[in-house]
């Protein structure tokens, strides 16, 4: 039987082109996929490193640079095949009915993953389920179509990567077509990524978070929306089973530390800290050195009002209970009177307002 599918001779749906953005999407989405992965277990795991310090910036700035670029990569590929969407019998046998199911399970995963985490950017929380768990769960779901589709599809990515310029004619259209899809992922990724790396901070214009907070830091939840407004003198930080009131904090010896907060929405600004290493409050109050700490903060509700600190880090003297940020004592929404904040380590866990510290 002879199948009839519409000609699109357009430059855009050469299978050449198709496979070369194909390729540039698969590498895109498996970094993306790979360092997200990185992000959740620096999130839940019980060990992550806590040098070097940038670490965790690093992994998440890629995140979220390799998300955004794979946007106009996945556009120009369904661009690039949707003619086949015409194709007809709309099912020709198992085998390729099975492929277009499972191309179908993968562009509703990719879309899913780059707008749930674009909204997720932008702070917009607008669904009814948990973002972190429904981000990483249907992260493996597309990890997984993309391997299969890629598996299928070997025969046409070895033909596609073939000479563009054997036929003459289109040659222009079709480079046309490869050099616009790589200029507007450059363009969405230098447009986003002065989020994270200082120096694109003034030509990125839609990056989110660039802008400067108090004491030159963003800030994500401020004190009066985390309902943290009275702090007076009968605050008290406990740590274990001692008490430190903020003027005992501010006699014991002092550490200054350059360290980024780096929020798992893709922002990180560096900035010099100055506070008691956590690792000498513990001491003092009896808890063995590398013991797994409980944070707790003055916020009464709200996902990040409390984290966990890893063996690794409790110990690593660059961890702070940090009173001043860039010289000025911390401001209300930097965490006052006093904040965590340790090396590599996502932003969601670097709690503010600690009025806790114990062994977890
Ligand atoms: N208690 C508490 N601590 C918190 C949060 C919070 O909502 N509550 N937000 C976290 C997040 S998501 C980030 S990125 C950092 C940001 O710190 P900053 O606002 O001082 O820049 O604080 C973290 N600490
Ligand atoms: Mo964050």
Redesign the pocket.
């Known amino acids: 039987m002879r199948v009839r599918v519409p000609e699109f001779r357009g430059a855009a749906h050469d299978e050449r082109v198709t496979v070369r953005i194909g390729l540039w999407l698969g590498v895109s989405f498996g970094i993306c996929f790979l360092t997200g992965l990185l992000s959740h277990f620096a999130q839940r795991g019980s060990y992550w490193p806590s040098a070097p310090a940038d670490l965790y910036r690093i992994t998440q700035g890629v995140h979220v640079v390799s998300g955004v670029a794979s946007v106009p990569l996945l556009l120009a590929k369904l661009w690039s095949v949707y003619p086949k969407l015409f194709g007809r019998p709309l099912v020709r046998s198992l085998p390729h009915a099975l492929e277009r199911a499972s191309i179908l399970v993968l562009s509703g995963a990719a879309f899913f993953e780059v707008v749930t985490g674009l909204f997720n950017v932008a702070q917009n929380y607008v669904w009814g389920f948990g973002f972190v768990e429904a981000h990483h769960t249907v992260a493996w779901v597309a990890i997984g179509s993309v391997l299969v589709h890629v598996a299928v599809k070997l025969p046409v990515v070895r033909r596609g990567l073939s000479r563009l310029d054997r036929e003459p004619a289109p040659v222009l259209s079709r480079r046309q077509f490869l050099r616009s899809t790589w200029l507007a992922t450059g363009v969405a990724v230098v447009a986003t990524a002065g989020a994270t790396v200082p120096a694109l901070r003034d030509v990125s214009v839609l990056s989110w978070r660039s802008a400067r907070?108090p004491q030159g830091?963003?800030?994500?939840?401020t004190a009066r929306a985390?309902g943290v407004t009275e702090v007076d003198d009968t605050w008290r930080l406990t740590v274990g089973m001692r008490e430190f009131s903020l003027a005992e904090l501010r006699a014991l010896p002092q550490s200054t530390e350059t360290l980024p907060?780096a929020?798992?929405e893709g922002w990180s600004q560096s900035a010099t800290w100055t506070g008691v290493p956590v690792a000498d409050l513990l001491r003092l109050a009896g808890v063995a050195p590398g013991a797994r700490v409980r944070v707790s903060?003055l916020?009464e509700r709200?996902a990040?009002?409390t984290s966990e600190l890893p063996g690794t880090h409790s110990d690593d003297p660059r961890t702070l209970l940090a009173l001043r940020l860039n010289g000025e004592v911390l401001s209300p929404?930097?965490?006052y009177p006093c904040r965590l904040i340790a090396p590599s380590r996502p932003?969601?866990l670097?709690?503010?307002?600690v009025t806790r510290l114990e062994v977890a």
């Open positions: 907070g830091v963003p800030v994500n939840r985390a907060i929020c798992v903060s916020e709200g990040y009002r929404d930097h965490g932003g969601v670097q709690t503010k307002w």
